[in-house]
């Protein structure tokens, strides 16, 4: 269904009307990685964020541990170095940490971590994850903020990623109380959102998260009356204006994923942000209405927003919550690469397929697809290993050889040029198939046994 291209051309030519070729509408001279690398990088940088998170969180409790008199379970080779110096004039660190210098720091501290086995088993992936980013990333943390301890604060990072021209947010994924209380306000709620013109329904408690002036903001900034969403983009204006010839990109896991959409729409659209922003969502939520879905496509037609959302089959967080408590729809938004498992039984390796909002037709194949009761894992025990990063990171590297064939920038302009297509695999369209035939039988035998 797709046009290829060289592996080593990340500009995406495409046949024009007059039979000539034209570059991608998001086309600007900038070098996008294949589909495969920006999925891989970004799975990364979410993973990342959990772990000098909860790394620096561990610190912290060391620190309270040893103020009150406790025994402290783990101790730091050098416990300020996940926390260096601030410089006043731009609240960021005066010294980024390079990926190198955070993998030999976790290499160094592995052992004292294992003390604390609550912290080791739920951080176990995340800090092995850590060590294969060391081989493939020069990318320079700058700033994370995770409030100290405080946990009604929102968790992200930024950095620098000088070989590849990135600026990049991540946000963390739930973690604390207030993550949980953030994802269960699942009500559609009216507003408006920054630099868009139409008011969209959105999940309260994602909304209130990054936009409520009330309780979100910024410890260096807190004399000033703005929210979560204007202190960052503060960050991200001094850190591109820095950097001409950077784009940014925006990345999270689960919560963190609705955050980096929500974040991603609103900096496209505005008139200080380089176009067209890149936002990677690992394992998102639903996060809007219709209208929420047509105003991210019309920022992606216009090439202000180049958006793929990566989902895990079988992934219950990715495939929810289908509607609010008013039984008002959720609707899905960007190119979603979807990793699927082990099909049929085993009987073919996990393979990716992607979608697209289409026509009616590819609409109906969709949601036979995504039906939540068939994407929910039924076995409790492998509920939180399908959402994790690393069975995230385990199922991309399966579909490594075809994805790397893959751009984007193709994939947009395959797909909205025409709307009637149906851009899954015939092993998604088999899937589907299956799914619905099985429903079928199910209402059939019920409609038998009460007859």
């Known amino acids: ?59 912290y409790k060391q620190q309270q541990l040893a103020a009150k008199g406790e025994i402290v379970l783990v101790n730091f080779d050098d416990p300020s170095f996940m926390r260096p110096e601030i410089d006043p004039e731009t609240n960021r660190y005066k010294d980024g940490l390079t990926i190198s210098e955070i993998a030999d720091y976790v290499s160094r501290n592995m052992e004292e971590m294992k003390k604390d086995k609550e912290f080791y088993d739920a951080n176990q992936g995340a800090l092995e994850m850590l060590s294969e980013l060391k081989m493939k990333s020069n990318r320079e943390v700058l700033y994370v903020d995770d409030s100290e301890g405080d946990e009604d604060e929102v968790v992200y990072g930024l950095s620098v ?15 604390c109380k207030a993550d949980m209380v953030a994802d269960i306000k699942i009500g559609l709620m009216k507003v408006h959102l920054p630099n868009c013109a139409a008011p969209v329904k959105l999940h309260r408690g ?25 202190s960052i983009m503060i960050h991200v204006r001094d850190l591109l204006n820095a950097h001409q010839d950077y784009k940014l990109f925006v990345s999270g896991h689960s919560l963190g994923a609705a955050l980096s959409s929500l974040f991603a729409l609103c900096a496209s659209k505005s008139d200080q942000i380089p176009k067209p922003v890149t936002c990677v969502s690992v394992a998102s939520p639903y996060v809007g209405d219709e209208i929420w879905r047509q105003t991210v496509m019309e920022a992606e037609k216009a090439g202000f927003l180049r ?60 949601a036979c697809q995504n039906t939540f009761l068939f994407n929910c894992g039924w076995f409790p025990s492998k509920v939180l290993k399908m959402h994790s990063c690393t069975e995230y990171a385990r199922r991309l590297h399966a ?53």
């Open 1 to 59: 269904q797709m046009e290829t291209q060289d592996k080593d051309n990340s500009r995406s030519l495409l046949p024009s009307d007059n039979g000539g070729e034209r570059t991608s509408r998001f086309d600007d001279g900038y070098e996008y990685d294949c589909v495969y690398k920006e999925a891989d990088s970004m799975i990364s940088a979410s993973n990342l964020i959990y772990t000098i998170a909860n790394m620096r969180d561990l610190e």
């Open 161 to 175: 990623d000088h070989k590849k021209k990135r600026v990049i947010v991540c946000f963390r994924g739930t973690t």
């Open 206 to 230: 994602f909304f209130d998260y990054l936009f409520s002036k009330d309780r979100y903001r910024e410890r260096s900034l807190q004399s000033e009356d703005i929210n979560k969403y204007e």
């Open 307 to 366: 958006y793929l959302r990566v989902a895990n089959a079988t992934d219950v967080v990715a495939h929810g919550p289908p509607f609010d408590l008013s039984f008002r729809r959720y609707k899905h938004v960007g190119m979603n690469l979807r990793l699927e498992n082990d099909g049929l039984f085993g009987l073919y390796p996990p393979y990716a397929s992607f979608q697209y909002p289409g026509g009616p037709v590819a609409e109906l194949a969709h």
């Open 399 to 451: 579909s490594k050889n075809e994805l790397q064939q893959l751009y984007l920038n193709q994939m947009y302009e395959d797909y909205l040029r025409d709307s009637r297509k149906i851009p899954y695999s015939f092993k998604s369209a088999g899937c589907a198939a299956i799914v619905i035939l099985t429903a079928a039988v199910i209402v059939f035998i019920v409609y038998m046994h009460y007859e």
